[in-house]
Structure formats: structure tokens, C-alpha cells
């Protein structure tokens, strides 16, 4: 982080602190079905993204990987299953995911200014169960929608094995 956006981080973290101490004598409600929705979409809409960008480039890269080292190499499709057998000797996988996990970012950023905007939580309210299993599974079904859109590079793979033939 920038020296700038670090003062900021320092500065919300003491705003935080501070409200959570005021309140930590004060008994608060659970948050309401219309707040648990906006954490379940605030968390689920920026791992859509990530789910998409990583299953797409996973799979339109680990099939050049497979069309060029696979034929350097002289090792077949049917010849020990070459894709994941390459991925896996030269761990070329590890460092695609770690490509578009750098890409989660940007897709958070690129939420926010369509304006998916923070919950308005308290911070007691923010630690309760209710808001930790609906930002979970936010997380979980956002990241499962995005890998199957991301796998719309699959639709043009089927013409190259039919010319093959």
C-alpha cells in the first residue's frame, strides 16, 4: 500500500476499534434478512469475477501449454494424459492461479465503482455468525458461478479435434 493508503487503513482501523468499544457495553440486534442479502452480494459479485477469470485463463492457457510444450516435448494426448502432466512437472498451474488470483483486485476494485457498496454494519454485528455464514457463502456460490462462466473457452475447442480428425 501507498503511504497514503496506509494512513487511511490506520485511520478507519481506530474508527473501528473506537465504535467497537463504544459498544461493547450495548446489546445489538442480529442483522436484518435486507442487510444479510447486502453481505451475501457484496461478498458473492467480486468472486464471480475471479471464478470467471481463473477457470477461462486456466483453461485457454493450459491447452497452449499442452499445443506447444506437449509438441516439443513429442508427448501425446493419450500419452500419460500430457495437459496435467505438464501442468503438474512444470507447476505451470501454481503460477496460473497465482496470475489470477493477482486479478482479484482488480475485479473488487471494478465492483465498488458499479457502486457494490460496503454493508452497513456494526462491528458487533459484523462478528456475528448470521454475517459470517452469509458472507461465506457469498464467497463460495460467487466463486462457483464464475468458474462455470469462465468456461466458455470450452465452446471452441470442439472444432480444432473434429479438423484433427
Known sequence: LH??????LLRELHRFESIAIAQEKLEVAPPSPGQLKHVFFH????????GFLDNAIM?????????????????????????????DTFQIQDDLFLFSSSLAGYVEAL????????PDLTPKQ??????????????????????????????????????LE
Open 3 to 8: 503511504s497514503t493508503e496506509r494512513s487511511c
Open 43 to 50: 461478498n458473492a459479485l467480486p468472486f464471480v469475477g475471479f
Open 59 to 87: 483453461i485457454a492457457a493450459g491447452t497452449q501449454i499442452e499445443l506447444s510444450i506437449g509438441v516439443i516435448l513429442g508427448i501425446s494426448t493419450m500419452a500419460g494424459n500430457s495437459k496435467s502432466s505438464l501442468e
Open 111 to 118: 465492483a465498488s465503482r458499479l457502486g457494490l457498496s460496503i
Open 126 to 163: 459484523a462478528d456475528m455468525w448470521q454475517t459470517r455464514l452469509s458472507a461465506h457463502l457469498g464467497k463460495a456460490i460467487g466463486v462457483t458461478i464464475g468458474c462455470i462462466l469462465g468456461m466458455f473457452p470450452l465452446l471452441f475447442f470442439g472444432d480444432e479435434e473434429e479438423k
